[in-house]
T-cell receptor, first 113, second 114 residues
């Protein structure tokens, strides 16, 4: 069975500071990993995904994530936070052939002026 | 291309009632998944339909059911509503081909049970 753990339900950073949102997964087979963002009163939007190949994945809005198999992690980073990054972020895992996605509990990012 | 649409956007019901939510996927997408989102719990997977068949199921009681029509539109039904069913219900559509890809989410239906 797959699972996802997001450490820190709330994270605050200053504008211009590094954003680091943590995600650890559990999967007995090669995982497919995703980060989604949710703005207030909206559905989720894909930021980036890891399927196979390059372990450093670049997404939209300057975000990137690195797949580390040895650490079972897929942390999301952005070098410089912007006020518009304030939102809730979800990490998700799936595996080939299942079409079932397991989501973490989410991390709410607050950006301080 | 039109996105995923969900109706209604907001619902208020009382305990014991039943409710039906609707989801229209992106044209050409044949997979529709439903999720329950509550504060602190994240997205809990309810079920997934593909070509009118339930292909995956989460760990929710039988009060939660769904179906999919031949045009890929999906409905979710919750019977005998409980206060704990208050949540944002999201549906997501998927173009199933090859490896797991991007799910496209609708804006959700906010259900309040009084």
């Amino acid at each position: 069975a797959q699972s996802v753990t997001q450490l820190g339900s709330h994270v605050s950073v200053s504008e211009g500071a590094l954003v680091l949102l943590r995600c650890n997964y559990s999967s007995s087979v090669p995982p497919y990993l995703f980060w989604y963002v949710q703005y207030p009163n909206q559905g989720l939007q894909l930021l980036l995904k890891y399927t196979t190949g390059a372990t450093l994945v670049k997404g939209i809005n300057g975000f990137e994530a690195e797949f580390k198999k040895s650490e079972t992690s897929f942390h999301l980073t952005k070098p410089s936070a912007h006020m518009s990054d304030a939102a809730e972020y979800f990490c998700a895992v799936s595996t080939s052939g299942t079409y079932k996605y397991i989501f973490g509990t989410g991390t709410r990012l607050k950006v301080l002026a | 291309k039109a996105g995923v649409t969900q109706t209604p956007r907001y619902l208020i019901k009382t305990r014991g009632q039943q409710v039906t939510l609707s989801c229209s996927p992106i044209s050409g997408h044949r997979s529709v998944s439903w999720y329950q989102q509550t504060p602190g719990q994240g997205l809990q997977f309810l079920f997934e339909y593909f070509s009118e068949t339930q292909r995956n199921k989460g760990n929710f009681p039988g009060r939660f059911s769904g179906r999919q029509f031949s045009n890929s539109r999906s409905e979710m039904n919750v019977s005998t509503l409980e206060l704990g069913d208050s949540a944002l219900y999201l549906c997501a559509s998927l173009l199933t081909s090859g490896a797991p890809g991007e799910q496209f989410f609708g804006p959700g239906t906010r259900l309040t049970v009084l």
